[in-house]
């Protein structure tokens, strides 16, 4: 069955270092993948959106890549800082159709100071 | 700002009881999603619309039903509230594509007693 896998053990980081969150997918080929942020009892927020003929995306600190032969995509948070803890979901449509979005389970990031 | 409001953050209800959350969206999305997000299962769909009085089923339809009458307006229902359908509900929108990413709502957290 299709399937989306995201790290679920807690990403712990020094402030200023880049955080790097891992986006497993399988038996599909996906046109994009999105990113979402989650902070604790609030719902996800939209971050980024990658298409497949797109091999990297850059957004201010954010910066996230698809390769679609490994079927993973990765999340990098650069210059990280306490504000960027909270858990991180990726998500992807399993169907086709473009706009059914299946998500992971999350990753939760925190930096310290 | 562009606004996906749920009607309560909390809600308590017997076991038993029909339940109406209800999600109303100021974006003119014709794409509006019910999920519900439990500890370690992630964010499940349970129906989606991509457009008024359309209804299709998501991953975990049962015990669960929707009413969109109007473009702006999502309701989810709950015939029969029971123990196990105590969680988070997140209602979404989208355009029609999906392809600008999701906006969710701040979630309703039911507690069935």
């Known amino acids: 069955s299709q399937k989306i896998e995201q790290n679920s053990e807690a990403l712990n980081i020094q402030e200023g270092k880049t955080a790097t969150l891992t986006c497993n997918y399988t038996?599909?080929?996906?046109?994009?993948l999105q990113w979402y942020r989650q902070d604790p009892g609030r719902g996800p927020v939209f971050l980024l959106l990658?298409?497949?003929?797109?091999k990297e995306k850059r957004k201010e600190r954010l910066k996230v890549t698809f390769d679609t032969t490994l079927k993973q995509s990765l999340f990098h948070i650069t210059a990280s800082q306490p504000a960027d803890s909270a858990t991180y979901l990726c998500a992807l449509d399993l169907t086709g159709g473009g706009n059914k979005l299946t998500f992971g389970t999350g990753t939760q990031l925190k930096v310290e100071l | 700002d562009v606004k996906v409001t749920q009607s309560s953050r909390y809600l308590v209800k017997r076991t038993g009881e029909k339940v109406f959350l209800e999600c109303v969206q100021d974006?003119?999305?014709?794409?509006m999603f019910w999920y519900r997000q439990d500890p370690g299962l992630g964010l499940r769909l349970i129906y989606f619309s991509y457009d008024v009085k359309m209804k299709e089923k998501g991953d975990i339809p049962e015990g669960y039903s929707v009413s969109r009458e109007k473009k702006e307006r999502f309701s989810l229902i709950l015939e029969s509230a029971s123990t196990n359908q105590t969680s988070m509900y997140l209602c979404a929108s989208s355009v029609r594509s999906g392809k600008d990413g999701y906006t969710f709502g701040s979630g309703t957290r039911l507690t069935v007693v």
């Open positions: 974006m003119d999305h014709e794409n």
């Open positions: 990658i298409r497949e003929n797109e």
């Open positions: 038996n599909y080929s996906p046109a994009y």
